[in-house]
């Protein structure tokens, strides 16, 4: 069984940061591309950033440079640094990442259970 398990969310004021962590856990043989997702209340879950294993990151037009993704392959962990955040950045955050388990022929798709990100004054 994979788990992925999100943490370092909070509340910040705008034009603060916040460092997400992800870590996956279980039976790994390797982990593939590696995302973070957000939803805010009452809208659907839309992708922040990706990176793939070979580190190539891509992200969605919104963050205009204020959010970096990496990820540390041998600690099957993936970041997400989040610089110059806004109110409209409130949401809960989710990991998600493609897994290539002993028990499978194929690489699945996980995701964790999500971290708050709050940005009020």
């Known amino acids: 069984q994979v788990q992925l398990v999100e943490s370092g969310g909070g509340l910040v004021q705008p034009g603060g940061s916040l460092r997400l962590s992800c870590v996956a856990s279980?039976?790994?043989?390797?982990?593939?591309?590696m995302a973070w997702y957000r939803q805010a209340p009452g809208k659907q879950r839309e992708l922040v950033a990706r990176?793939?294993?070979?580190?190539?990151?891509t992200y969605a037009d919104f963050v205009e440079g204020r959010f970096t993704i990496s990820r540390d392959i041998a600690k099957n962990t993936v970041y997400l640094q989040m610089n110059s955040l806004k109110p409209e950045d409130t949401a809960a955050f989710y990991c998600?990442?493609?897994?290539?388990?002993?028990?499978?022929?194929?690489?699945?798709?996980?995701w964790g259970q999500g971290t708050q990100v709050t940005v009020s004054s």
């Open positions: 998600n990442a493609n897994i290539y388990t002993p028990d499978s022929s194929y690489p699945r798709n996980y």
């Open positions: 279980g039976r790994i043989l390797s982990t593939y591309d």
């Open positions: 990176i793939d294993s070979g580190g190539t990151a």
